[in-house]
């Protein structure tokens, strides 16, 4: 079945980077789509960035310059670099994968239906 896990979540404070990765297995890695999402406490959860499975990225606006999503096929691994956090960024962050055709969170122009159990990110002041 499909697994998704993520790691590299932390504490860090403003200013300063981490680097989250996701595991993936259970299915066509390299044709499939893969997401970064996040939830903060009182907020619905938010789309971060893309990464499709054709090549190319999307990001959120607030993730524009600052976030950086990869992607090893090799490695079936997903990343998602993150500078200059923020305190607004704290939140708990979960890789997803495209489900098609009915998955359920659409973001980029793809429909996620997978998710990981998500890796924590507190950014102090």
């Known amino acids: 079945q499909v697994q998704l896990v993520e790691s590299g979540g932390g504490s860090v404070q403003a200013g300063g980077s981490l680097r989250l990765s996701c595991a993936a297995s259970?299915?066509?890695?390299?044709?499939?789509?893969m997401g970064w999402f996040r939830r903060s406490e009182g907020k619905e959860r938010e789309g971060v960035a893309v990464?499709?499975?054709?090549?190319?990225?999307y990001y959120a606006a607030y993730a524009k310059g600052r976030f950086t999503i990869s992607r090893d096929n090799a490695k079936n691994t997903l990343y998602l670099q993150m500078n200059s956090l923020e305190t607004e960024d704290t939140a708990m962050y979960y890789c997803?994968?495209?489900?098609?055709?009915?998955?359920?969170?659409?973001?980029?122009?793809?429909?996620?239906?997978?998710w990981g159990q998500g890796t924590q990110v507190t950014v102090s002041s």
């Open positions: 997803a994968a495209e489900r098609r055709p009915y998955g359920a969170t659409l973001f980029g122009g793809r429909r996620f239906g997978y």
């Open positions: 990464s499709y499975d054709a090549g190319g990225t």
């Open positions: 259970g299915f066509t890695y390299t044709s499939t789509s």
